[in-house]
């Protein structure tokens, strides 16, 4: 297996490219804006685990340095089976309140990112007729905090892209699917853990906060054969509360 996994150098990202080289010995591009130190050590650790991953550093929410990411998994890798659109950003603020940058940042981002890659990635998928995108929602897609305007639009447009987009390649063996995640333990939900981690956690009907390795299960699944027949999905991994 193949895979450019952006956000790869901590949180979800990190544990999708672990699973990926446990689970399917994958070599991996792994993509990331600034954390290089963070990168090196998931290839590291990847390797440990049979798989091999290549740092790439890239700000994907720019169309030329997304189309690289792409061409430097082709050559490196020699192809590309799975696309995991993981990079995100937040930026709350009340809209009140919020200033353009704020929201062109997240959108530009959360959005823009994810389809200047899958652009690029439909035409090695095409040709070899197979591929798996995957694309991070979150769960404030259909139930956002105050202050998400920006992030909550991202995400509903994630999950409305992912739709559109696996009725074009349905026909081609090339699934699209979305996975949502809830509060997870990692370093952008941290702020608001420790501001109201109790309160959170009552609302959840697990009453516990997801790891990486919730998500990355999921992700692993949805990349492997087992997952062909499903497409244009969204799937919840929140402990309950998009129920």
């Known amino acids: 297996m193949r895979a450019l996994i952006t956000g790869a150098s901590r949180g979800i990202g990190r544990a999708i490219a672990l699973r990926l080289a446990r689970e399917h010995q994958a070599r991996c591009l792994l993509v990331y804006r600034g954390n290089a130190d963070g990168a090196a050590q998931t290839a590291a650790e990847m390797a440990e685990l049979g798989g091999q991953g290549i740092p790439f550093q890239a700000d994907v929410s720019e169309r030329e340095q997304a189309d690289a990411a792409v061409q430097a998994c082709l050559d490196q890798l020699g192809g590309l089976d799975v696309l995991v659109n993981n ?11 919020m200033e353009d940058a704020q929201w062109a940042q997240v959108l530009r981002t959360n959005l823009d990112g994810a389809f200047y890659l899958a652009r ?85 009907p697990m009453r516990r906060f997801g790891t990486p390795e919730d998500v990355a299960g999921l992700v692993a699944f949805l990349a492997g054969p087992d997952s062909a027949y499903i497409t244009g999905q969204t799937i919840g991994v929140d402990g309950g509360v998009g129920l």
């Open 87 to 97: 990079a995100g950003v937040t930026a709350d603020t009340l809209l009140l309140q």
């Open 120 to 204: 690029a990635v439909c035409r090695p998928m095409l040709m070899q007729r197979h591929g798996r995108i995957i694309n991070l929602s979150s769960v404030s897609a259909r139930r956002p905090n105050r202050g998400q305007t920006n992030y909550a639009a991202s995400k509903g447009a994630i999950e409305a892209f992912t739709r559109a987009l696996a009725v074009e390649l349905a026909a081609k063996k090339i699934t699209v699917n979305a996975v949502a995640p809830g509060v997870i333990e990692t370093d952008m939900s941290q702020r608001i853990r420790d501001h109201a981690g109790k309160e959170i956690k009552a609302a959840i």
